[in-house]
């Protein structure tokens, strides 16, 4: 692939394969299904260059491509990745083509329409994350709702109108606010790019209300304390396809604001305002832990399991740009930010292998609820085998990539206050209670009833997604350097450019 057409590909080809789904039908459900198949497989081999062609030397946006959109209004069709997109994009393409095979038996219902929509949100999301032009960014933003809602509100449980409409709305209020705030950007720059925004000076008082406006827009898609609320009851009446998607890749995009925007077009407010990230972080990362002890819901626990450990992104965020303001180290502020995106990155592949587990379960026997099993390793050896591998990766366990992420963030963190050091590392045994003491119940033990006693280990298929997924979040436990050289002169930079007050426009 050339640098003018990678990333187009990457975007349309999911959707346009999406739309041959559609028009092959259900109907033909035969050769919808390998289609699907052979698109996410193709689409995630085409996105394999943006890796091995990389250049890890270099902050500067890479494999551009700029068309002129809506020439009147100086919107533009521009794409790039840097060392925090292109990994992010990397992470799309392989898990759809586990969601894709995870639904293969599963899914009766209007089969082709299921994995038409996983498509097409699959390319919209590669728009979110190469998009260098506001307006073009948004409308991927939004756009990728509506696929999420589809799934949602017509494969999921009984009370899924519930949880898309509270879905729905939660996240497109935050977003407004996005659009009001890019709306000013433009007012003020006369551009819509993205990286003139970067080098906008702005008031202070201004950047207040744009941070303010981008925290709500990405606190949601977190999702942040306090308004989190729609995440467990979203994974909850999803289907396992969709738990996988939510979790694994559409809480990132808000870790990605974040990155994208809020520190650097709005530095000298992240600097006045870091207190409350991190705080809202350490809520996060605390007390939704002790809210997941107590649930009975397996989905239910890893969704609130996944707040807590995307507190630690936002914390790693913050504690990086908060220790090079303050000491000037900028080893430390990298190790924070590093930390932070590696744990968005291991958090996509665990709590994804989570919910597949999850979904494994339900298929047989049609339940969540912790106390209808009991005895599962009994019945089930080659899935317990998997389901505590998986939990104890989500524990923070050595030599799994659960472990990296937060150990980087906690070490860096105590250059920046023991105190907070010592509230994030709670998260280590907290982490660790809730998820093995859901183990503990669900897999070991005597056999609990006859339902337990009937199940059937997993077949190929099955054994086949969750060995992937092992291997990554093993591979990345003991060798996490492939992604932590991707992103590091994009972090430098980050912080080099951030750290500098901009000048107040008069």
Known sequence: MTDLSILSVLIWLPILGGIWVLIVGDKQAATARPIALTVSLLTFLLSLPLYFEFNTTTAAMQFTEQLAWIPAFGINYHLGVDGFSMPLIILTT??????????????????????????????????????????????????????????????????????????????????????????????????????????????LDAQKWIFIAFLIAFAVKVPMWPVHTWLPDAHVEAPTGGSVILAALMLKMGG??????????????????????????????????????????????????????MGFATLGFFIGFMIYNNTGSIDGGVMAMEGGMVQMISHGFISGALFLCVGVLYDRLHSRQIGDYGGVANTMPRFALFA???????????????????????????????????????????????????????????????????????????????????????????????????????????????????????
């Open 94 to 203: 392989f898990t759809t083509v586990l969601v894709i095979l995870a639904g293969w038996e599963v899914i009766k219902y209007k089969p082709a329409q299921y994995m038409a929509a996983f498509l097409i949100m699959e390319g919209l999301m590669n728009g979110v994350f190469s998009s260098l032009d506001a307006i073009l960014f948004y409308v991927f933003w939004e756009a990728m709702l509506i696929p999420m809602f589809i799934i949602i509100g017509v494969w999921g449980g009984p009370r899924r109108v519930y949880a898309t409409i509270k879905f729905f709305l939660y996240t497109f209020l935050g977003s407004v606010l996005m659009l009001v705030a890019l709306l000013y950007l433009y007012s003020q720059s006369g551009s819509f790019s993205l990286l003139d925004y970067h080098a906008l000076p702005i008031a």
């Open 256 to 309: 990605y604001g974040f990155l994208r925007f809020s520190l650097p077009i709005t530095p000298d407010a992240s600097r006045e305002l870091d207190w409350l990230i991190i705080a809202l972080s350490l809520i996060a990362i605390v007390y939704i832990s002790f809210v997941a002890i107590v649930q009975k819901d397996m989905k239910k626990l890893i969704a609130y399991s996944s707040i807590s450990h």
């Open 388 to 506: 505590v591998l998986f939990a104890m990766a989500n524990s923070g366990l050595p030599a799994t990539s659960g472990f990296v992420g937060e150990f980087l963030v906690i070490l860096a963190s105590f250059q920046a206050h023991f105190w907070i050091a010592f509230a994030a590392a709670t998260i280590m045994i907290l982490g660790a209670a809730y998820t093995l003491w859901m183990v503990k119940r669900v897999i070991f033990g005597k056999v609990a009833n006859d339902g337990v006693a009937g199940l059937k280990d997993i077949n190929g298929r099955e054994t086949l997604i969750l060995t992937v997924l092992a291997i990554v979040v093993l591979l990345f436990g003991i060798w996490p350097a492939p992604m932590l050289e991707v992103m590091d002169a994009t972090v430098q930079n980050l912080l080099l450019h951030i750290v500098q007050s901009k000048v107040p426009v008069m």
